[in-house]
């Protein structure tokens, strides 16, 4: 059995890591200066995360409501972190990846678990959320540099679009865990000082914020009428249902569970995990402090620029012309440049996080329903690679003429809000039935994680009953 190195803190390319074997026994560091060294999973969940929910969703909605809900972004982001972990204990404990996990959750229709089929249709909403993260991030860097002279030219996003999805290929094209992790590290940490940066660049225009209102919006209040947009900022902050699925990937491949062992069911197994699941908790809490500055900071954009300005409430990819706009009037034009660019790397941060990340769901979700056998490595390698082909690709097809019907649009939140039940629900499946038990924690634990899964379970119902009345009312 080999130490923790400095020189080790990622697992062998050359191995597999979803096979457990004691020739991959490695002890887990027992210092937080070693732990800090075997990050690396959440920065890539945290790419994810801080880009278009954050930049587009959390700006429009402290545009919406300013800064009384500014606690929601503490309470939404770290509520959600539990059913994280627990579903990576899981995975740590196990050696499997999350969809491979729902497959075993009953009740079994047609030969498969009833999740492995929702993650079948959740594919239309992974679809059209990324063709509108990589439509915006395209926006961005053609407002910086048109191509053809207009920057809303069909021409110039069509280009950029292009552009764009050339170098998610070409970035993913070896399929290696660390290049996915190195990147995201990166870009996190850069779009995090960007959006600090901004916050206090705002301090010297007319739309300049206090102590006093970060102080009023950490009064856990909500505005009579505002409950509907406090639901949204809690489902649209933090990490998704996406996110927690994707996570499991990244602790299997960065060596967690590999490096655990197989469960002989010896003492020397459990002291292994419950080192591991230490430096994955640690994993994963760095990375909400992480995304959630960056999330108070974006919320903070739209509360102190739009929110006093009624008429500049925009949505969408609005966000970023209405900002920069204002930008570039209060504090000149390099104002304005910074923040598009600030806000295209944001976005295309995303993008980049996304395609290995809903690759592998993607190709572990095929596997399941028979299209190959996931425990072959050079086989699932084949596949994903395939896979991180043609998802950036028809991202940016739909980016470029799809019109996002209503319809459609519909039918993804439906399937995202019944996704957020699913995974709470599989979560607490899985770790009660298949999680040795003594790799677990106590009863604070316990009653987080529940906390955790009634509180997301209560907003995908919440969202299905939202959209279902946008059905009523679109064919009533």
Same mark, same amino acid.
């Given at each position: 059995m080999r130490a923790a190195t400095g020189q080790e803190t990622t697992f062998a390319k050359h191995k597999d890591p979803y096979i457990l074997d004691q020739a991959h026994i490695q002890e887990p560091p027992t210092r937080f200066g070693q732990r800090l060294k075997f990050l690396g999973p959440g920065m890539i969940t945290g790419a994810a995360v801080v880009g278009s929910g954050e930049?587009?969703?959390?700006?429009?909605?402290?545009?919406?409501?300013?800064?009384?809900?500014?606690?929601?972004v503490l309470v939404s982001t770290f509520v959600k972190v539990w059913v994280q972990v627990e579903l990576a204990r899981w995975s740590?404990?196990?050696?499997?990846?999350?969809?491979?996990?729902?497959?075993?959750?009953?009740?079994?229709?047609?030969?498969?678990?009833?999740?492995?089929?929702?993650?079948?249709?959740?594919?239309?909403?992974?679809?059209?959320?990324?063709?509108g993260v990589i439509g915006g991030a395209a926006l961005a860097f053609s407002m910086l540099f048109p191509i053809g002279g207009d920057p809303f030219s069909f021409m110039s996003i069509s280009l950029w679009v292009a552009i764009l999805v050339v170098i998610a290929i070409a970035i993913h094209l070896a399929n290696r865990y660390e290049i996915v992790e190195n990147i995201s590290t990166v870009l996190v940490m850069l779009v995090t000082l960007f959006a600090v940066a901004m916050v206090f660049l705002i301090q010297f225009t007319e739309y300049s914020w206090s102590l006093g209102d970060l102080g009023d919006g950490l009064r856990f209040q909500v505005a009579t009428g505002a409950m509907g947009v406090a639901l949204a900022m809690f489902g649209m902050t =933090?990490?998704?249902?996406?996110? #927690?699925? %994707?996570?499991?990937?990244?602790v299997?491949?960065?060596?967690?569970?590999?490096? +655990?062992?197989?469960?002989?069911?010896?003492q020397a197994w459990v002291d292994r995990a419950r080192g591991w699941i230490r430096v994955m908790k640690l994993d994963a809490w760095v990375s909400w402090i992480i995304y959630t500055i960056s999330t108070m900071t974006f919320y903070m954009l739209g509360a102190a620029v739009l929110h006093p300005q009624p008429d500049l409430r925009p949505k969408g990819n609005e966000v970023m012309t209405v900002i920069s706009?204002?930008?570039?009037?209060?504090?000149?034009?390099? =104002?304005?440049?910074?923040?598009? #660019?600030? %806000?295209?790397?944001?976005?295309?941060?995303?993008?980049?996080?996304?395609?290995? +990340?809903?690759?592998?769901?993607?190709?572990?979700?095929?596997a399941v329903f028979g299209a190959f056998d996931w425990t072959n490595m050079v086989t699932r390698d084949k596949w994903m690679k395939i896979i991180m082909v043609v998802l950036p690709i028809t991202w940016g097809t739909l980016a470029i003429f799809a019109a996002n019907p209503l319809e459609l649009v519909i039918i993804a939140g439906i399937l995202n809000a019944l996704f957020l039940i699913g995974v709470a629900i599989s979560t607490i499946y899985l770790s009660r039935t298949q999680t040795d038990p003594r790799v677990k924690d106590g009863s604070f634990f316990t009653v987080m994680l529940l906390i955790s899964a009634l509180s997301i379970i209560a907003v995908g119902v919440l969202s299905f009953r939202d959209v279902w009345t946008q059905i009523t009312n679109l064919f009533g």
């Amino acid at each position: 059995m080999r130490a923790a190195t400095g020189q080790e803190t990622t697992f062998a390319k050359h191995k597999d890591p979803y096979i457990l074997d004691q020739a991959h026994i490695q002890e887990p560091p027992t210092r937080f200066g070693q732990r800090l060294k075997f990050l690396g999973p959440g920065m890539i969940t945290g790419a994810a995360v801080v880009g278009s929910g954050e930049l587009l969703t959390a700006t429009a909605l402290g545009a919406q409501v300013g800064f009384m809900l500014f606690w929601l972004v503490l309470v939404s982001t770290f509520v959600k972190v539990w059913v994280q972990v627990e579903l990576a204990r899981w995975s740590i404990s196990t050696g499997k990846a999350a969809i491979t996990g729902y497959n075993q959750v009953p009740p079994k229709i047609a030969g498969r678990g009833w999740m492995a089929w929702l993650v079948l249709f959740m594919f239309l909403q992974f679809l059209i959320g990324q063709a509108g993260v990589i439509g915006g991030a395209a926006l961005a860097f053609s407002m910086l540099f048109p191509i053809g002279g207009d920057p809303f030219s069909f021409m110039s996003i069509s280009l950029w679009v292009a552009i764009l999805v050339v170098i998610a290929i070409a970035i993913h094209l070896a399929n290696r865990y660390e290049i996915v992790e190195n990147i995201s590290t990166v870009l996190v940490m850069l779009v995090t000082l960007f959006a600090v940066a901004m916050v206090f660049l705002i301090q010297f225009t007319e739309y300049s914020w206090s102590l006093g209102d970060l102080g009023d919006g950490l009064r856990f209040q909500v505005a009579t009428g505002a409950m509907g947009v406090a639901l949204a900022m809690f489902g649209m902050t =933090g990490v998704g249902a996406g996110e #927690i699925t %994707a996570y499991t990937y990244w602790v299997v491949e960065k060596g967690y569970a590999a490096w +655990s062992g197989p469960n002989d069911g010896t003492q020397a197994w459990v002291d292994r995990a419950r080192g591991w699941i230490r430096v994955m908790k640690l994993d994963a809490w760095v990375s909400w402090i992480i995304y959630t500055i960056s999330t108070m900071t974006f919320y903070m954009l739209g509360a102190a620029v739009l929110h006093p300005q009624p008429d500049l409430r925009p949505k969408g990819n609005e966000v970023m012309t209405v900002i920069s706009s204002i930008f570039e009037t209060a504090v000149g034009q390099w =104002g304005g440049v910074l923040f598009l #660019i600030g %806000a295209g790397v944001a976005l295309f941060k995303t993008i980049l996080a996304n395609v290995p +990340s809903l690759g592998r769901q993607v190709a572990n979700t095929l596997a399941v329903f028979g299209a190959f056998d996931w425990t072959n490595m050079v086989t699932r390698d084949k596949w994903m690679k395939i896979i991180m082909v043609v998802l950036p690709i028809t991202w940016g097809t739909l980016a470029i003429f799809a019109a996002n019907p209503l319809e459609l649009v519909i039918i993804a939140g439906i399937l995202n809000a019944l996704f957020l039940i699913g995974v709470a629900i599989s979560t607490i499946y899985l770790s009660r039935t298949q999680t040795d038990p003594r790799v677990k924690d106590g009863s604070f634990f316990t009653v987080m994680l529940l906390i955790s899964a009634l509180s997301i379970i209560a907003v995908g119902v919440l969202s299905f009953r939202d959209v279902w009345t946008q059905i009523t009312n679109l064919f009533g």
